[in-house]
């Protein structure tokens, strides 16, 4: 299957740093990627869409001027948390949706990212 | 509004079989999917219907009836390292992924 990468894992932080994290598709272009954010004992919240080449889309009460995303390659897309806050602590996941001939597109996701912010 | 519900929690015995079932309203439809997530890691990709049936693969199959707004995932001999969280996902008529909040499941000896 696709493999999909994310770079920290985990990364502690103090309030009002930014912190980035990066997602990689690692066997396939990924013309759009997705970036969740994943509270404790929580479902997936869908926080953007990533399109390569173009601005993200935000999901609706998600701040685009403090979650910068940027897809400027078909194998990379990065989420920058700017200036974070201790309500910003949660595990971040990333996924790509490889398009394949003859099947419908699948989301695939990387290991995912803790943040904590002290 | 759009909406899928799954149980939140179900206990089963080790090499027993379990269904998780899920129904969705949704905006249209244009597939179903199920991930597995384990406690602290990213969902792992399952099984997807965009037909009525059931599709199998290997110890775990997939069911899904459009008509009625339904879909299940079965889990046959079942193992201890099957104890995670089974994430529902419909994919609407904008082809966006609406999530479940998932279903946690405990594989009891």
């Known amino acids: 299957g696709a493999v999909v990468s994310q770079h920290p894992s985990w990364v502690i932080c103090k309030s009002g740093t930014s912190v980035k994290i990066e997602c990689r598709s690692l066997?396939?272009?990924?013309?759009?990627m997705f970036w969740y954010r994943q509270f404790p004992k929580q479902s997936l919240m869908l926080m953007a869409t990533?399109?390569?080449?173009?601005?993200?889309?935000?999901e609706q009460g998600v701040e685009k001027d403090k979650f910068l995303i940027n897809h400027a390659s078909l194998t990379l897309s990065t989420l920058t948390v700017t200036s974070a806050h201790p309500e910003d602590s949660s595990f971040y996941i990333c996924?790509?949706?490889?398009?394949?001939?003859?099947?419908?597109?699948?989301?695939?996701f990387g290991p995912g990212t803790r943040l904590t912010v002290l | 509004g759009q909406n899928i519900d799954q149980p939140t929690e179900m206990t089963a015995t080790e090499g027993a079989i379990v269904q998780i079932n899920c129904t969705y309203q949704?905006?249209?439809?244009?597939?179903l999917f199920w991930y597995q997530q384990h406690a602290g890691e990213a969902p792992t990709f399952l099984s997807y219907?965009?037909l009525d049936g059931l599709e199998e693969k290997g110890r775990f199959s997939s069911f899904l009836s459009r008509s009625k707004g339904y879909s299940y995932l079965l889990l046959k001999e079942l193992q201890m390292k099957d104890s995670a969280s089974y994430l529902c996902?419909?994919?609407?008529?904008?082809?966006?992924?609406?999530w479940g909040a998932g279903t946690k499941l405990i594989i009891k000896p």
């Open positions: 996924s790509a949706r490889e398009p394949l001939a003859g099947e419908t597109d699948t989301q695939y």
């Open positions: 066997d396939f272009q990924a013309t759009t």
């Open positions: 990533s399109n390569e080449g173009s601005k993200a889309t935000y």
């Open positions: 949704t905006s249209g439809f244009n597939g």
């Open positions: 219907n965009v």
């Open positions: 996902a419909v994919k609407d008529s904008n082809y966006q992924l609406i």
